[in-house]
């Protein structure tokens, strides 16, 4: 009887614990549906062009596949328009290139401090179309010099005072949140370019 008792209470305790273990996973299913059924009404991210150019070409035209609002439509993780502070965080985080200015950026990958950087210096830079448009004199180098005068051009304050400050400008109402409105203020303005 004592063993009977045993069996029966190790069967009950199995079966406790299968039965918490397929909670689980139902739970889990239902939150992956949802999350899935979130992602499907919400308009699709642009896609990345594939960048058929040379490196050089790259460094001298400039970015490639950019939507109209530059940083802001990338920023605009669930694309309804609106950038949310939580949504350019993310974004930043995606690249931590993107929290620094061009010109601090650059200041990282020239090790030697001579103003330009080398193909070795170059080929460290991640990620690599972080310079696309920079190269002014299409000599396939990107110098100091020509870094300053990329984010100095009008409308590319972003690059010269990082995404953070520049979202700030954009927010002119300070509510965390840069509306279709306050971007089309931010072009108007040249604070913004048209891509």
Known sequence: MKIVKKILIALSIT?????????????????????????????????????????????????????????????????????????????????????????????????????????????????NHSFNGTDANGDCVVTREEVVAYANEEGRSYRKIGLDKFFDLVDTNGDNKATPEEVEAAHESGLLARF
Request: charged letters at 40%; a negative charge.
């Open 15 to 127: 079966l406790f614990i299968s039965c918490g273990e397929n909670n689980k996973k139902a739970e889990s299913k239902a939150t992956e549906q949802e999350t899935m059924s979130d992602s499907e009404n919400r308009p699709p991210r642009p896609p990345r062009h594939e960048d058929k150019r040379t490196p050089c070409e790259a460094l001298k035209e400039g970015p490639s596949g950019s939507s109209e609002h530059g940083p802001m439509d990338n920023a605009d993780l669930n694309r309804d328009g609106t950038v949310l502070r939580e949504e350019l965080e993310a974004f930043m985080e995606e690249g931590e290139y993107r929290r620094v200015t061009i010109l601090n950026f650059f200041d990282l990958f020239d090790t030697d401090k001579d103003g330009k950087l080398s193909d070795t210096e170059f080929a460290k830079v991640k990620p």
